[in-house]
């Protein structure tokens, strides 16, 4: 089976994070061509920036929706490859804010 999670950076610098099980190059394509009237419809061109494949159907949902789940820079960091970074966002990301104060 050829499944993929994918990031796309749409023309307004926006991310979208998705799922293509019948191929990469041809989701694409039909994000290219607007062929579905979703998020990136409005947002074209749209340009690949991260993909990862899958054996199974089941571990690439749980991927897509931890990534839809990420915060930007936590993206970008992904996008870049910067695992370092990812592993700091990742704890940052379980602190409390700090206090104001005001309490």
Known sequence: MDIHVYILRCADNSYYV???????????????????????????????VWSQDFLWLTDAIVCERRLKGWRREKKEALIRGDYAALRELARTASRPPPSTGSG
Not at 21 to 43: A, C, V
């Open 18 to 48: 998705g799922l293509a099980r019948e191929g990469l190059d041809s989701r694409i394509g039909d994000h290219h061509s607007g062929r579905y009237r979703g998020y990136t419809y409005s947002r074209r061109p749209v340009e690949l």
